[in-house]
């Protein structure tokens, strides 16, 4: 039952049908890759399972842990345990960091947080991912650099410690020495109480996040799963010999 | 600091009332007799009555300002308030001494509690006169005069008639004139050179009475070198019918002196708000008017500063939050009439659903001077397209001397941002209601702590309401 289960999701954008019957299973303690080509709906999967009202679900189903979360709101699912780390980060001006991220425990609690408590944990957190502390009173997301957006998503994760995470292309516009630091952060993060899901089209990533399981996308469905060895395949060879496969029938 | 003893204003603990016995009434409508009966009340010298009576014949003159702000103002029926309702003339000095009803409501308001906690004086209206009335004994020794204006007539007309009515004529506009005819309760405050008051004087001016107009008169002076903050709050219950409050405010800072004039209101939405404040700097003088209106069926009200001395100063910065179907018609006026003087305005409105904001601010420098400065922001901030904006900024700058720097934006709470909040795990209302603190963070980050955290505190009962 600690799984998040999608059971051939078909979902549209404005009536054109981006995924069209995708299946996955994410056990806790797992690590899953999700790879495919631009535009192919792996953001589309991660907005859809987090309750964006412009994905219209038209059939199949997801459950975390045996709850339906396509009949739940955005933030019942948010808080029935699972994260989106965006791709595109939204900015909120005027919000700090430090309030965003209490504001979101607290909406997770009966009772507020205790203020010192949660800073300890904050600036803990916040010196693991090699955020300068002065971040806390910046508005959300606001004139971050693409590499300080990514951190901060990972900050949020770790305060909130979620059950399952969505990192959607986490990696884009990292340089190696940032992609490490957050790899660091999220691979703190794996263990028997949590299921991740890494989006992203280089295989990079995975050399420092390392998956227990690799699935490829392509036009709106899983079309290939293996281990670690197929993202160096996609790495070496492009998509185009799996296109061909499924062309071929294999 | 505990949020407990903070200046309290929530429109839900102020929606009651109690059936009270009124030993003053003068009736329904407004005719000289009712001038007349009000000005016997108070036993008011024959100046006044004469300055009341000639106010009506400027009331009765003057236009409602329709063409520019709204039709709605046409729905007011003048003739079916009651315009002066009280159940005695002495404010006490004790909250034992206040009658059981009017204590009750205060108590239920919380003011006894924050008097206690950060306040130098509090003066307590229950509709047309103060309840309560007191300051610290040592502001008292070192000669600070904070009484209701009905006292201040009577004790102290040497320093009352120097300054009312000096800086907002009685026919400056249709509502000042009709304060100036049936002005009852409001504060009077002098604070003699040099005295500065660190905590700030209170007034919670408190509506109980239905088909009711309030109409206080407020007059500060500060002299030379002196400095006051003092805070207003202000509700009333919801009543089905509509209630008027025009109130007239009047702030003199004489050379060096420092007034911040804080209001925090949040009016149920039968209430109609049009309210004339104003002030006047002299030399280095500074006013500030930090004013923060959310609720009522429709606010006018325009603070503002005569920069009349060298190197005065003056700033509004307010906040507007106009709900479904309520009209902010808000602003800021400066009027520079001596060198090196400078102003600064920002004000911030969020509209909600069929909300309406209007800025409307008037800054004039004339051609003569140098070396005067204003600095104008208006933002608004959108939530849900129905809801309008205006900005009517009207900014006379001539002289090259001079600057003026004018920034205006217009915002919308995205869905983006709220989908982004919500799978952080906020509901909706709590998404609305980060976002609309977010926008206005950089304005109440200004403010006295007590009044952030109140202010904070309705944003979010607002927010958490317009979401269904
Ligand atoms: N808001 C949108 N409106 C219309 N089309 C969209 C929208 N978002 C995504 N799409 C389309 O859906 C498809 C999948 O997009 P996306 O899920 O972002 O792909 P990926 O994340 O794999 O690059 C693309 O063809 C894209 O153009
Ligand atoms: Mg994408």
Sequence with gaps: MSVLEIENLKVNIDDKEILNGLSLTLPKGEVHAIMGPNGTGKSTLAKALAGHENYEITGGSATMNGEDILALEIDEIARAGLFLAFQYPVEIPGVSIANFIRAALNSRQEEDIDAVAYYKSLYAEMENLGIDRKFTSRSVNEGFSGGEKKRCEILQMAMLKPEFCILDETDSGLDVDALKVVAEGVNQMRGEERGILVITHYQRLLNYIVPDKVHIMMDGRIVKSGDKSLALEVEERGYDWIKEEIAAGV | ?468
Aim: hydrophobic residues 35%; proline residues 3%.
């Design chain 2, 1 to 468: 600091m505990s949020t407990e003893a903070a200046i309290d204003i929530d429109r839900e603990k102020g929606n009651f009332s109690y059936d009270t016995e009124y030993e003053y009434n003068a009736g329904i409508g407004l005719t000289e007799e009712t001038v007349n009966y009000i000005t016997d009340v108070k036993g008011e010298d024959d100046w006044v009555r004469a300055f009341r009576l000639k106010a009506l014949e400027s009331f009765r003159s003057k236009p409602l300002p329709t063409h520019w702000a709204t039709k709605d103002l046409e729905n007011i029926d003048f003739d079916k308030f009651r315009y002066y309702l009280s159940k005695g003339q002495q404010p006490s000095r004790t909250w034992d001494d206040v009658p059981d009803d009017v204590k009750e409501t205060f108590e239920r308001l919380g003011i006894p509690e924050q008097e206690r906690a950060f306040l130098a004086g509090v003066e307590a209206q229950f509709d047309s006169e103060a309840a309560y009335s007191r300051m610290k004994d040592d502001l008292a020794k070192e000669g600070v005069i904070f009484v209701g204006s009905t006292e201040g007539l009577k004790d102290h007309p040497e320093i009352f008639r120097k300054f009312f009515g000096k800086v907002i004529p009685t026919g400056d506009n249709k509502f000042s004139a009709l304060n100036s005819a049936v002005f009852s309760g409001g504060s009077f405050i002098y604070v003699p050179p040099g005295v500065k008051v660190k905590q700030p004087l209170q007034a919670y001016f408190r509506i109980n009475a239905e088909n009711f107009g309030q109409f206080e008169r407020t007059l500060i002076i500060a002299d030379e070198g002196a400095e006051v903050t003092y805070m207003e709050g202000c509700t009333a219950p919801k009543f089905e019918t509509t209630t008027l409050h025009s109130a007239v405010v009047e702030l003199v800072a004489l050379k060096g002196a420092k007034i911040q004039y804080i209001t925090v209101q949040n009016w149920s939405a039968n209430v109609f708000n049009l309210v004339t404040k104003r002030g006047l700097a002299e030399e280095d003088a500074e006013i500030k008017w930090i004013d923060c209106n959310i609720g009522s069926r429709l606010t006018m009200k325009y603070p503002g500063v005569i920069l009349k001395g060298r190197g005065a100063r003056g700033e509004v910065l307010s906040i507007a939050l106009a709900g479904d179907g309520q009209h902010q018609d808000t602003g800021a006026k400066m009027i520079h009439m001596a060198d090196n003087t400078t102003s600064n305005i920002i004000a911030k409105s969020i509209s909600i659903g069929e909300g309406q904001s209007t800025y409307r601010g008037q800054v004039h420098i004339p051609k003569h001077l140098k070396g005067c400065r204003n600095n104008t922001e208006c933002d608004a901030l959108l939530i849900n397209t129905n809801s309008r904006t205006d900005t009517y900024p009207a900014i006379t700058v001539r002289g090259d001397d001079n600057s003026v720097q004018h920034e205006a934006s217009v915002s919308k709470v995205n869905a983006e941002q709220i989908f982004y909040l919500m799978q952080r795990g906020l509901n909706e209302g709590e998404a609305m209601s980060l976002a609309v603190n977010g926008f206005v963070n950089d304005l109440v980050k200004q403010f006295p702590m007590e009044y952030s955290v109140e202010l904070k505190r309705l944003i979010d009962m607002e927010m958490e309401g317009s979401v269904g």
